[in-house]
């Protein structure tokens, strides 16, 4: 069984500054792209960022130039670095990740349970 654990999410002022972080932990053989969606009420989940195995990487317009998305493939691990926080950035924050559990195994999506990111302005 996978696990996608979320941490790093709460309540900060416009222009401030947050790091999510997801640990991915079980019975995984490989882990292909990691990401965050994010949900608001009354808006479908989009896609924040994302980042291959090989490190490339890919965001929202709405994100660029403020949001930074690395891993740690040792520790199984996806970070987001949230700076220049707006108010429109508040929302539920979901860690996404393609993983095989085994070698004869097709990959399949996991997702976190989510955590608050909320933007006063």
């Known amino acids: 069984q996978v696990q996608l654990v979320e941490s790093g999410g709460g309540l900060v002022q416009a222009g401030g500054s947050l790091r999510l ?49 690395s891993r740690d493939n040792a520790k199984n691990t996806v970070y987001l670095q949230m700076d220049s926080l707006k108010p429109e950035d508040t929302a539920v924050y979901y860690c996404n990740a393609d993983i095989r559990i085994h070698w004869s195994v097709r990959a399949y999506d996991y997702w976190g349970q989510g955590t608050q990111v909320t933007v006063s302005s």
């Open 21 to 69: 972080s997801c640990a991915a932990s079980g019975s995984i053989f490989v882990i292909n792209a990691m990401g965050w969606y994010r949900q608001a009420p009354g808006n479908q989940r989009e896609l924040v960022a994302k980042v291959t195995n090989d490190g490339s990487t890919n965001y929202a317009d709405s994100v660029k130039g403020r949001f930074t998305i």
